[in-house]
């Protein structure tokens, strides 16, 4: 089964709220098997416009990366990066 990826782009606005954000993150992270491959570090724009902020997460499926995000956990702590950040959640299954 191919696996599932979130990959996220953000611009930060109000970093002391995204921290929330970021760290309410994490029990649903575990619950749901998120494995991060990328997150924030160096980056460069090679085409388009770039975001200051990139996250790339591996999930076992699509449909598990997909249950992650609309689970009552991350909802809750999305939550915390409504008007702190604006971007971009791309869900994609892997090869």
Do not use: W
């Amino acid at each position: 089964m191919p696996k599932g990826y979130i990959i996220v782009r953000v611009d930060v606005q109000d970093p002391e709220a995204y921290a929330r954000y970021a760290k309410a993150t994490g029990p649903a992270a575990e619950k749901y098997g998120a494995k991060p491959l990328v997150r924030a570090g160096r980056h460069e724009a090679l085409e388009g416009p770039a975001r200051s902020r990139n996250v790339v997460m591996e999930f076992e499926s699509y449909d598990q990366a997909r249950a992650y995000y609309h689970s009552p956990e991350y909802q809750e702590a999305r939550q915390h990066r409504l008007g702190a950040a604006e971007g971009e959640f791309i869900l994609v299954e892997g090869v």
